[in-house]
């Protein structure tokens, strides 16, 4: 998390234009989303928990996580859909604009285009 940190202060100091694309973590961090409030306009890019879902079952990896304190298997949809819950409200109440994508990537930069004209 030091990275991200470090990374969004460079960004901060950027004297150009710039449209950076964070991870989730990255906007959970009050520190971090300080200064991106700070350096910009924020957009949220907003998809469905089942269309998060869909792809990253798309993606075919499988991926084994186990929790910490007893070792147990983690299922993934389960913990997507727990994690999505939590922190929705998190980057809603972050972002300047929301925008829903539950389309492809050109789908979602034709939107994001139009968004950012319309400001």
Known sequence: MIAQREAVDEL???DSAAIIATGAEVALMPACATK????GT??????????????????????????MTDG??????EKTVKLY???ILQYDALADLTLENDGT????????????NQK
Do not use: W
């Not at 147990?72 to 949809?77: A, D, H, N, S, W």
């Not at 990537?105 to 968004?115: F, P, Q, R, S, T």
């Open 36 to 39: 991106l409030c700070h350096i």
């Open 72 to 77: 147990t298997e983690v299922v993934m949809r």
């Open 12 to 14: 901060a100091d950027l």
């Open 105 to 116: 990537e050109d789908e979602g930069l034709e939107k994001l285009i139009a968004l950012i």
């Open 42 to 67: 924020v957009i949220h890019l907003r998809r469905k928990a089942e269309t998060v879902l869909a792809d990253i079952a798309k993606d075919g990896s499988q991926l084994v996580l186990r929790d």
């Open 85 to 87: 819950a939590q922190e």
